[in-house]
C-alpha cells in the first residue's frame, strides 16, 4: 500500500508547483539550486527515505525517477529488503547488503541518482562505499566521535564517506547530537572537519516535526546561527561556506542525472 501513497504524493506535490511556481521549484541540480537562489524561490528535492515501498522491484524506482527522485536511502527505522537499519526494528549489526541492495547501488550509479546511507547498519554501509563508483551522502545523522550512539556514525565511516568525494549532514535532533544547545550541534560539525576533513560536513537537518531540534533554531529562519557559532570558533569563512552548502552543490555537480 505505500507505493500508491508514495505516488499519490508526489503527484500532489507537482500540482501545487504547477499552481504555484513562485512559491517553491523542484530541483535536481546544482545550477539549478543556484538559480533557485538567484530567483528568490525555495528549492526542493524528492528523495527516498528507505526502499520499503519498492518491494523489491526497480521498475518502481523507474517511475519515481521519471518524477523527478533526486536521491535513494535504502533504510530508515526497519529492515527491508535491501539491507537492516542500524537502530529500530530489523535492526542487525552483523548482516551487510540483501539481495536487493545491490541492485539498487548499481540502479543508482547507472541513472545518476545520490546514494544516501543514513540509517543503514555499518556492514552496509560500508558494502555500499565499496560497491558504487560515486560519491555518497549522509543526509542526517551524528558521529559516535562527539557523542556515541547507535544512530551516529564512526570515524571508519566518516572517512570511507570522504574517500568517495561524499559528504555527510548533521542532524538537529537532540537526541543524537548528545546536548539541548547549539554548542552539541557544532561539536559534530568540528568533529567531521577533524576526521573528514573541509570537503565533508555539511547541515542535515530533519525538520520532519518529530525531532527536537537546539533550542536556539527552532526553525529555518535561526539557521544564521549556525554561521555565527561557526565564525565564533574561529572557523574561515571559505570552511563555512563549505558545511553551508558547497560541500553538498559539489556532490550534486559529482553525480548529474543520467538518462
Known amino acids: 500500500r505505500l507505493f500508491p501513497r508514495i505516488l499519490a504524493q508526489v ?10 511556481p513562485d512559491g517553491l521549484r523542484l530541483v535536481r541540480t546544482a545550477e539549478e539550486v543556484r538559480q533557485a537562489k538567484r530567483d528568490g524561490v525555495p528549492a526542493a528535492m524528492f528523495c527516498l527515505e528507505g526502499v520499503h515501498p519498492l518491494r523489491g522491484r526497480l ?17 530508515h527505522f526497519a529492515d527491508n529488503e535491501a539491507g ?15 539481495a536487493f541492495g545491490p541492485e539498487v547501488v548499481d540502479y543508482c550509479a547507472e541513472r545518476g541518482l545520490l546514494v544516501d546511507l543514513a540509517h543503514i547498519n555499518r556492514p552496509g554501509f560500508m558494502e555500499v562505499v565499496r560497491r558504487t563508483p560515486d560519491p555518497v551522502i549522509v543526509s542526517h545523522t551524528g558521529v559516535t566521535g562527539a557523542y556515541a550512539h547507535r544512530r551516529n556514525i564512526d570515524d571508519g565511516q566518516i572517512r570511507a564517506v570522504a574517500d568517495t ?5 548533521v542532524i538537529y535532533s537532540r537526541q543524537f547530537l548528545g ?9 559534530h ?9 573541509a570537503d565533508t560536513p555539511a547541515l542535515g537537518s530533519d525538520y520532519d516535526g518529530y525531532v527536537i531540534p537546539p533550542r536556539e533554531l527552532p526553525d529555518a529562519s535561526a539557521l544564521p546561527r549556525i554561521t555565527e557559532a561557526l565564525l565564533r570558533r574561529g572557523h574561515a569563512p571559505e570552511v563555512v561556506r563549505k558545511i553551508l552548502g558547497e560541500n553538498a552543490l559539489r556532490v550534486l555537480e559529482a553525480v548529474p542525472p543520467r538518462s
Open 84 to 98: 537492516a537499519p542500524a537502530m529500530g526494528r530489523g535492526k542487525n549489526q552483523i548482516e551487510g547488503l540483501r
Open 165 to 169: 568525494g561524499g559528504c555527510v549532514g
Open 189 to 197: 560539525l568540528e568533529h567531521l572537519l577533524k576526521v573528514g576533513g
Open 11 to 20: 503527484e500532489a506535490t507537482h500540482a501545487n508547483l504547477r499552481r504555484n
Open 179 to 187: 546536548g539541548p544547545g547549539m554548542e552539541a550541534l557544532v561539536r
Open 59 to 75: 521498475d518502481r524506482l523507474d517511475r519515481l525517477v521519471d518524477r523527478g527522485l533526486r536521491a535513494v536511502g535504502l533504510l
